[in-house]
C-alpha cells in the first residue's frame, strides 16, 4: 500500500535536507521496514539506511523514491533496482554480486515490514546461503498495528496471511485454524472483506471475538470491533474501500466440570505424586496449577496418601 501524501508529511522536508549519521554502512543486506499509511512513520535508522546504502531495490520503485523525496533523502545517482515477485529469479542474481562484492544493498517492500506478505523472502534465504549478513531496520508492520489497537490478547498471535480465493481451500484452512490457542491475524482484499466474515462466522460461531481494521495510520482509519457474528452482519452488502486487515480472537471452550477435574486427578494420583499429578492435570485441562494443587491435596488425604 502506497504511503499517503499529505501536507504533513511534506513539511518533513528542510532546505538542507535530511542528514543521516555520518558513520558508514557496514556490507549486507537490510530489509527496510517502510510506512504503511503515514510517511512520517519511516524510522531514523531506516532513512539513514536508505540515504548510505550502496544499492538500492525495492518492491515499488516509485514508491521508494517518493518517501525519499519527501524526507529529503538524496538518490545521489543511485538507481533503484525493482525487485518483486516477478522478477526474483533475475534480479537475486545480480544483488548477490554487489553483496559479495562487499557493498551494502537496501531492500523496501512497497509499504510495510519486507516478508511480511510482502517479497524478499526467496532474497533472504539466497544472501544467507551465501553466508553473507542479513540484517532488519524494524518499523511500521499493519500486523502489529491492528493487534496493537484491537485489544485482543497479544500473548500469543498468528499471522495467517491471505485467506485462500478458492472456496474449497479457504474451508480447510478454517478447519485447520478453527482451535489455535492464539489470537489470528489475515490480510484481506475490501471486496471480500464480507465473504471471509460470513463464512467465518458460520464455521466459528457467531459469539468469537473479533476485529476489522482499515486504512490503519491514514486519514480514514477505521477499527470495528464485536463479534464474528456482529461484524458479519456489519459488513454485509457495505462497500469497502482501502486495505483490511482482519483480526479474530481465540476458540472460546467451556470450563472442564469439576467431575472432570477429579476423575483426571484421581487416574494421575495413582502412580504420580501430588505435585505432578496436579501439574499434568493444569496442563491438560488448561487450568491454574494452584487450583487443581488444592484439590489434589484434598483427594490424596481422602485416600490416604
Known amino acids: 500500500m502506497e504511503a499517503e501524501r499529505t501536507e504533513a508529511d511534506e513539511v518533513t522536508r528542510s532546505a538542507a535536507g535530511f542528514r543521516p549519521d555520518p558513520r558508514p554502512l557496514a556490507p549486507g543486506l537490510y530489509f527496510v521496514s517502510t510506512p504503511i499509511g503515514a510517511a512520517r512513520d519511516i524510522t531514523l ?4 539506511i536508505l540515504a548510505k546504502a550502496d544499492v538500492l531495490a525495492a518492491e515499488d520503485t516509485r514508491t521508494l523514491k517518493h518517501l525519499m523525496e519527501i524526507h529529503g533523502v538524496a538518490l545521489g ?5 525493482a525487485y518483486h515477485d516477478h522478477n526474483g529469479e533475475m534480479m537475486r542474481p545480480k544483488l548477490l554480486r554487489a553483496l559479495a562484492e562487499g557493498k551494502s544493498v537496501a531492500y523496501a517492500s512497497e509499504a510495510g515490514t519486507p516478508l511480511v506478505a ?3 523472502f526467496q532474497l533472504g534465504r539466497a544472501v544467507i546461503a551465501e553466508g553473507l549478513p542479513v ?3 524494524p518499523g511500521a508492520s499493519a500486523v502489529l498495528a491492528a493487534l496493537t489497537v484491537s485489544g485482543l490478547p497479544s500473548d500469543r498471535f498468528l499471522f495467517a496471511g491471505f485467506p485462500p480465493a478458492q472456496a474449497g481451500a479457504r474451508a480447510r484452512m478454517l478447519e485447520e485454524l478453527k482451535n489455535t490457542p492464539a489470537t489470528l491475524i489475515f490480510y484481506e482484499s475490501p471486496k471480500r472483506i464480507h465473504r471471509i466474515l460470513a463464512e467465518l462466522n458460520e464455521a466459528w460461531g457467531n459469539e468469537r471475538e473479533a476485529v476489522v481494521c482499515r486504512e490503519l495510520t491514514k486519514r480514514f482509519e477505521e477499527v470495528s470491533r464485536g463479534t464474528l457474528g456482529s461484524l458479519a452482519a456489519e459488513f454485509e452488502g457495505r462497500t469497502v474501500k482501502g486495505e ?3 483480526l479474530v480472537g481465540r476458540a472460546i471452550f467451556a470450563p ?3 467431575e472432570l477435574v477429579e476423575s483426571c486427578l484421581r ?7 501430588v505435585k505432578d499429578a496436579a501439574a499434568a492435570v493444569a496442563v491438560e485441562l488448561g487450568l491454574p496449577k494452584r487450583d487443581v494443587y488444592q484439590l489434589a491435596l484434598k483427594l490424596a488425604k481422602e485416600e490416604g496418601k
Open 256 to 258: 472442564p466440570t469439576a
Open 267 to 273: 487416574g494421575y494420583l495413582v502412580d504420580m505424586s
Open 118 to 120: 510482502d517479497p524478499g
Open 77 to 81: 545517482g543511485r538507481h533503484i533496482f
Open 45 to 48: 535508522r531506516g532513512l539513514d
Open 135 to 137: 540484517l532488519a531496520a
Open 244 to 246: 483490511v486487515v482482519l
